[in-house]
């Protein structure tokens, strides 16, 4: 007799909402006009219009005129992370620093630019020194847990969303992003919890109902799972993660039929996607449908499934 031997893999999203860098108008006010102060609007301006490169120049200019204002500085390293030039507005921000070292906005946004370059340590040290001038600073606890999230360490990601959540109840992120990392540590009803709070705030986002439906399938409850993954396709519905999470609750539904209807799916969007046929062979395997199963997995193994390798060499050879 098979054992099942699909795997409960479900899927880990980090949240696509962790590093919104807004543009702001300057760290300080000028008291009269004067060129430099004119070329940062027109910056602002063209970069709130998404002509980053544009901007780009005029702040590049501002410089020139004056270099040891904070300002265009400021903001050409805003417009330098959006341009994806990190290692560019890190230089930037740290002069910022260096100009006005009182100011939280500076070491933010370069912590923001160091942990899109994956240096987590160096993001983590920067968030810490933005709380410790703006002890409220929730989004810095945000990315903060991110940050460590990455590193593995999701009981201090936890402790650091809880603070964001402290001081902004209806950050729907944090909440979404400590249920990740409690369904890390196998706190799926803590997980579940945070996840619901995420949907109440915001019900539009198809991975908070797919994560809540991993943690449900976790937890060994599949039909809920079901209907979360469900809600999570009929949102995105070319969401190849979801329908994968639902084929394999059905299959330890024992739903088999309904499980090959969703790898079908699957591999109508990624023909490619070679976990879909081993897991498609095993629900033939189970329907009886012993010629099919075999040359799913002779496919799945040609795209270099070792799963689908050893099925073949158990089963059909």
Not at 85 to 107: C, H, M, N, Q, W
Not at 162 to 180: I, M, S, W
Request: proline fraction near 4%; include cysteine; charged fraction near 25%.
């Amino acid at each position: 007799m098979l054992v099942s031997p699909v795997e409960m893999n479900f899927f880990r999203l980090k949240s696509i909402f962790s590093f919104l860098i807004v543009l702001v108008a300057s760290v300080s006010v000028f008291s009269q006009k004067t060129p430099q102060k004119e070329l940062i609007e027109s910056g602002i301006l063209k970069a709130k219009l998404g002509d980053f490169k544009a901007a780009l120049k005029d702040f590049n200019q501002a410089v020139e005129l004056d270099s040891v204002v904070a300002e265009p500085y400021y903001n050409r390293g805003l417009v330098r992370s959006e341009l994806k030039d990190y290692p560019g507005a890190i230089l930037d921000f740290s002069k910022v620093i260096t100009l006005r070292p009182s100011l939280a906005e500076p070491y933010y946004n370069r912590g923001l630019a160091k942990d899109y370059m994956k240096d987590f340590l160096g993001a983590i040290r920067d968030y810490d020194k933005a709380i410790s001038l703006k002890p409220d600073y929730n989004e810095a606890y945000h990315n903060m847990g991110l940050a460590k999230y990455d590193l593995g360490d999701y009981q201090d990601a936890i402790k650091d969303f809880t603070r964001a959540l402290q001081y902004k109840p209806d950050f729907t992120e944090a909440f979404y992003n400590r249920g990740l990392s409690r369904f890390n540590i196998n706190d799926l009803s803590g997980a579940i919890q945070d996840f619901n709070d995420a949907i109440k705030f915001d019900p539009t986002q198809f991975e908070y109902f797919s994560s809540r439906g991993a943690a449900k399938a976790a937890e060994g409850n599949y039909e809920d799972a079901i209907s979360d993954f469900s809600i999570a396709i009929s949102i995105a519905p070319t969401d190849t993660n979801s329908r994968m999470n639902m084929a394999l609750a059905y299959m330890y539904l024992k739903k088999y039929p309904e499980a090959v209807e969703e790898y079908n799916q699957i591999i109508a969007v990624n023909p490619e996607d070679a976990e879909a046929y081993a897991n498609r062979g095993v629900a033939k395997h189970y329907l009886a449908d012993q010629p099919g199963a075999c040359e799913d997995w002779k496919l799945a193994s040609q795209k270099k499934s070792e799963k689908a390798k050893t099925y073949l060499l158990k089963y059909c050879e």
